[in-house]
């Protein structure tokens, strides 16, 4: 079971970074961005399931962020756009094979696969 993470790069304040993951080994339930900060814990970012196509996000990214699922299966895009100096984290896919509910989607705690990051470093 592998998570490819890919995309992250340096970017000026304003600007814009499209992230990739796709997933291969196995089906998930949807695939899903968290991001760690250094001396920061992981957060949610957001999230796509697949059997309703519902999407989450925090709130710091709403409106900014996009998530959507590639023509293939287990695949998604992360499209940021304006991004600020504290979008700067190492951003990682995850995914569950299970179906979590909504208060479960948030928590990195209830994911068992992990892509490796990829980090975002953005400018002032």
């Known amino acids: 079971v592998q998570l490819q993470a890919s995309g992250g790069g340096l970017v000026q304040a304003g600007g814009s970074l499209r992230l990739s993951c796709a997933a291969s080994?196995?089906?998930?339930?949807?695939i899903t961005w968290f991001r760690q900060a250094p001396g920061k814990e992981r957060e949610f970012v957001a999230a796509?399931?697949?059997?309703?196509?519902?999407?989450y996000y925090a709130e710091s990214v709403k409106g900014r962020f996009t998530i959507r699922r590639e023509n293939t299966e287990n695949a998604v895009y992360l499209q940021m756009n304006s991004l600020k100096p504290e979008d700067t984290a190492v951003y990682y896919c995850?995914?569950?094979?299970?179906?979590?509910?909504?208060?479960?989607?948030?928590?990195?705690?209830?994911?068992?696969?992990w892509g490796q990051g990829t980090l975002v470093t953005v400018s002032s």
């Open positions: 995850a995914g569950s094979p299970t179906a979590l509910i909504t208060s479960a989607v948030r928590d990195p705690q209830h994911y068992q696969f």
């Open positions: 080994g196995r089906t998930f339930s949807g």
């Open positions: 796509v399931r697949w059997n309703n196509h519902s999407t």
